[in-house]
Every structure is written in C-alpha cells, then in structure tokens.
T-cell receptor
Framework: AQSVTQLGSHVSVSEGALVLLRCNYS??????LFWYVQYPNQGLQLLLK??????LVKGINGFEAEFKKSETSFHLTKPSAHMSDAAEYFC???????????FGTGTLLAVQP | GAVVSQHPSWVICKSGTSVKIECRSL??????MFWYRQFPKQSLMLMAT?????????EQGVEKDKFLINHASLTLSTLTVTSAHPEDSSFYIC???????????????FGAGSRLTVL
C-alpha cells in the first residue's frame, strides 16, 4: 500500500523567506509523486510532478521539489515566499501511472508580511 | 489545456433527498474518472474510480449504494448521493484522466469541487 506523510500541518514564513514543505512517501513500486495547491473553496491545482525522469522537478510559481529515493522524500521548496503563496498544499503519490492519487493530510502555508 | 468542470459548485438539500453532482471533461476524453471527498480542513479521500462504460470500483468503507457513480460517456461522470444526511455534507472533487484532443498527451486534471450541505 502507498502512503504519504506531510510533516507540519501548519507552516508560517515571512514574505521573502524560504518555503520548505515536507513530504515523505511509502511505496512498494516506483512512485509518481505530485504536489498540489488548494485555495479556499477551490479545487486542486497541480504545482509539479515527478514521474521517474529528472529528480529535481521544477513547477509553476517558482516551486520545485527534489525526489530523494534514499530518504523517500519529495519536499517542496520555493526560495522566496510571496503573499499569494498562502494556501493549502497537498503531496500525493500514485502507483506508477495509475492516476489513482493518495493524498497526504496537507500543509497550510501562511505568509506573514 | 485540459479542463474539468463540476456542477453544481454549491448545493444545499434537505435530509433524505438525493443530490447529483456532474463531472465533465471539456476538451478531452476521460477514460477514467476519480471521485474524492474532502472534509473541512482535512485531506482528500479517494471514494471510487470509474472507467467509461463499466461499474465503478469503490474504496474500502465507501457505501456503493449510498454514493452512486455513473460514467456513461467519455466526457461525463456523475456522483449521486442518495438519501443524503447531514454527515454527508462535504466537499466532493472529481479528477479525470484521458488524452487531450489537441496535444494528444495524457492528462490528469481536477475539477473545482462541489460543496454539499445537507440540512
């Protein structure tokens, strides 16, 4: 069975500071990994995904994530936080290309002025 | 780009009534659609997977007679919450997977969600 653990349900950073959202996964097969962002009362928007190609994945809005097999991690980073980055972020894993996503519990990012 | 439309975005109904939520892929044919449920301030829980023309596969613990899923065409899947009760109040989100008509690439896209409130 696959699973995703997101450490830290709430993360607060200052505007301009580094954003680091943690995600660890468990999978018995090579995983596909995703990061999604959700704004209040809206659906999910894909930030980036890892599908067994380059381990450093660049996404939209300046976000990137690095797949580290040895650490079973896929942490999301952004060098400089912007107020508009305040949202809920979900890490997800799928069993290869099944597209059946298992989501983590989410991390609510707050950006302080 | 691939767009998935969900309707209605908000619905309020009385306890005991049934509610239907539609999920449409607007510019691609969705061979597979997924339905998720999200409780307030919680993550998305996969309810079921539906492939066009076949019965949906439900996740463990999801009542198939309570949450009826139909995927009769490559662009439409519906979720019907039967005899809704207040505990069914939630945010329901669908995702669709298929081949884009223009790009030809496979895409997985989420709808904007449907918020159900049962009084």
């Amino acid at each position: 069975a696959q699973s995703v653990t997101q450490l830290g349900s709430h993360v607060s950073v200052s505007e301009g500071a580094l954003v680091l959202l943690r995600c660890n996964y468990s999978s018995s097969v090579p995983p596909y990994l995703f990061w999604y962002v959700q704004y209040p009362n809206q659906g999910l928007q894909l930030l980036l995904k890892y599908t067994s190609a380059a381990t450093l994945v660049k996404g939209i809005n300046g976000f990137e994530a690095e797949f580290k097999k040895s650490e079973t991690s896929f942490h999301l980073t952004k060098p400089s936080a912007h107020m508009s980055d305040a949202a809920e972020y979900f890490c997800a894993v799928s069993e290869g290309a099944t597209n059946k996503l298992i989501f983590g519990t989410g991390t609510l990012l707050a950006v302080q002025p | 780009g691939a767009v998935v439309s969900q309707h209605p975005s908000w619905v309020i109904c009385k306890s005991g009534t049934s509610v239907k939520i539609e999920c449409r892929s607007l510019d691609f044919q969705a061979t597979t659609m997924f339905w998720y449920r999200q409780f307030p301030k919680q993550s998305l829980m996969l309810m079921a997977t539906s492939n066009e023309g076949s019965k949906a596969t439900y996740e463990q613990g999801v009542e198939k007679d309570k949450f009826l899923i139909n995927h009769a065409s490559l662009t439409l899947s519906t979720l019907t919450v039967t005899s809704a009760h207040p505990e069914d109040s939630s945010f329901y989100i669908c995702s669709a997977y298929g081949q884009g008509k223009i790009s030809g690439a496979n895409v997985l896209t989420f709808g904007a969600g449907s918020r159900l409130t049962v009084l």
